[in-house]
């Protein structure tokens, strides 16, 4: 729940990131979530709710800034 959240948030707080940011970041945000929960990390799975939309939202606006613009072609 916590990536669909993330997405959210993005959506309706941070306007000026684009789609493919977001979804690279959901991504790599539920590759993290995997990770931490298959892995000997010690952590309630309450703050995946907490951890994974903070992932998604940084790493989006992050993201958004460092991958080239797409360009459109103007017709």
């Known amino acids: 729940y916590g990536t669909i959240l993330g997405i959210f948030l993005v ?3 941070v306007r000026w ?8 970041a959901a991504l790599i945000a539920q590759a993290i979530i ?3 929960h298959f892995s000997d990390i010690e ?12 992932i998604v939202v940084v790493l989006a606006m992050v993201l958004q800034v460092v ?9």
Do not use: H, K, S
């Open 11 to 13: 959506a309706f707080f």
């Open 17 to 24: 990131v684009q789609g493919t940011a977001v979804f690279v």
């Open 34 to 36: 995997f990770f931490i």
């Open 43 to 54: 952590l309630a799975f309450l703050w995946y709710n907490l951890l994974a939309p903070t």
């Open 67 to 75: 991958l080239p613009a797409r360009n459109t072609p103007t017709t």
